[in-house]
T-cell receptor, first 113, second 109 residues
Framework: ETGVTQTPRHLVMGMTNKKSLKCEQH?????MYWYKQSAKKPLELMFV???????ENNSVPSRFSPECPNSSHLFLHLHTLQPEDSALYLC????????????FGQGTRLTVV | GQNIDQPTEMTATEGAIVQINCTYQ??????LFWYQQHAGEAPTFLSY??LDGLEEKGRFSSFLSRSKGYSYLLLKELQMKDSASYLC??????????WGAGTKLIIKP
């Protein structure tokens, strides 16, 4: 238990489906992150929220849409995904001044069919 | 461009010592991190180096040479539970984390 909880742990969706990934942190952190982890590739930072404001969007396709309703919750809304979007999606949180020592959730293993 | 290089996979024997290297080329430097990630689990923070030298934490040690753009993670008295991927990450001048692809460590009895 890292203090960061992601649901669901596994998700299989068709290319026409709409689904959402959820992340919740219980650590009192004020920054939250979405990462994509593909096999044998570096972690790719997708979005950063600091104090509930989106501060970074690393050229992520619009089929991924983040939402941060408060400092404890983060969502990633998915629609019309492609098979190459299949990956492990990791949520992390930190104090905004210390992004390097972030705490990660266990991730959602997404498969797009 | 910025990049982090580390071996894709390493194999070691239970009870032995293994050194996982990481070299980096980044725009500035504000610290280097090592994370451990067991299969299907979250990455967990292992160590942080910002000054040259060796940081020791139990069976694990991490070394940094900023002039060489080089770090290593040293694992002693290897245990089967140490089988995992080890991720190296560098914080650049903008305080963004640049990640390596990870080294998968396989421990054999």
């Amino acid at each position: 238990e890292t203090g960061v909880t992601q649901t669901p742990r596994h998700l299989v969706m068709g290319m026409t489906n709409k689904k959402s990934l959820k992340c919740e942190q219980h650590l009192g952190h004020n920054a939250m992150y979405w990462y994509k982890q593909s096999a044998k590739k570096p972690l790719e930072l997708m979005f950063v929220y600091s104090l509930e404001e989106r501060v970074e969007n690393n050229s992520v396709p619009s089929r991924f849409s983040p939402e941060c309703p408060n400092s404890s919750h983060l969502f990633l809304h998915l629609h019309t995904l492609q098979p190459e979007d299949s990956a492990l999606y990791l949520c992390a949180s930190s104090q905004s001044t210390e992004p390097g020592s972030a705490f990660f959730g266990q991730g959602t293993r997404l498969t797009v069919v | 461009g910025q990049n982090i290089d580390q071996p894709t996979e390493m194999t070691a024997t239970e009870g032995a010592i293994v050194q996982i290297n990481c070299t980096y080329q980044t725009s500035g430097f504000n610290g280097l991190f090592w994370y451990q990630q067991h299969a299907g689990e979250a990455p967990t923070f292992l160590s942080y180096n910002v000054l040259d030298g060796l940081e020791e934490k139990g069976r694990f040690s991490s070394f940094l040479s900023r002039s060489k753009g080089y770090s290593y993670l040293l694992l002693k008295e290897l245990q089967m539970k140490d089988s995992a991927s080890y991720l190296c990450a560098v914080r650049d001048r903008d305080y963004q984390l640049i990640w390596g692809a990870g080294t998968k460590l396989i421990i054999k009895p």
